[in-house]
Nanobody, 123 residues
């Protein structure tokens, strides 16, 4: 009964920046993990970054030093600041929320998924 809604995707030149936002609505009690996955055509969906209710964040190796995840619990929102974007970052980015910490996402799917927002990085 939780519906995450993403915004902020678009077209950007390599080296540029985008900021993704996600707000969760509905029955949002006991939300712990929030974060982002992405999926490029022909590839598996992969974790980009997650952040748990205690503020602990984790990142995929391919975005460390470039992306920053944050959250605002009062707004039930999570954000992804993406800097130094590369063409290989092109994908549909999906917001996810969970009643469990995002550290569990290596072995299970999040409880709730958004519909995704397209990020395209040109060379």
């Amino acid at each position: 009964q939780v519906q995450p809604v993403e915004s902020g995707g678009g077209l950007v030149q390599a080296g540029g920046s985008l900021r993704l936002s996600c707000a969760a609505s509905g029955s949002i009690f006991n939300i712990n993990g929030m974060g982002w996955h992405r999926q490029a055509p022909g590839k598996q969906r992969e974790l980009v970054a997650g952040i748990s209710s205690d503020g602990r964040a984790n990142y995929a190796d391919f975005v460390k030093g470039r992306f920053t995840i944050s959250r605002d619990n009062s707004k039930n929102s999570v954000y992804l600041q993406m800097n130094s974007l590369k063409p290989e970052d092109t994908a549909v980015y999906y917001c996810a929320t969970d009643t469990y910490p995002c550290s569990t996402w290596s072995t299970r799917d999040p409880d709730y998924w958004g519909q995704g927002t397209q990020v395209t990085v040109s060379s």
